[in-house]
């Protein structure tokens, strides 16, 4: 039995949005991921956040292409610099 699933995130800490943003622009760049976007409401503030969506329902997704997504998510998040800055050589 297959059930359409549905996970949203974001990262964490300054610039939250903005470098989701980045991350999104990253992985569609790279051409092996294709994951969305919204925002959703703050639960403390109500404001609204940048999150990422990925949908995983269809019938040929394996557990192994779960986890290879996810390496690529963390892989890129943890190469994002801050907005404003420029990467160090």
Known sequence: ER???LVCFRLRGAHADA???QL???LHAEGKTF???TSLADP???EPRFVIRMAIGA???RASDIHA???RIRAHAA???PPGTEPTA
């Open 24 to 26: 999104l622009e990253a």
């Open 59 to 61: 019938a040929a997704t």
């Open 44 to 46: 403390a503030t109500g």
């Open 79 to 81: 190469q994002l610099q």
């Open 3 to 5: 059930s359409l699933s």
């Open 35 to 37: 994951l969305s976007h």
């Open 69 to 71: 997504a996810w390496d």
């Open 19 to 21: 470098r989701g943003r």
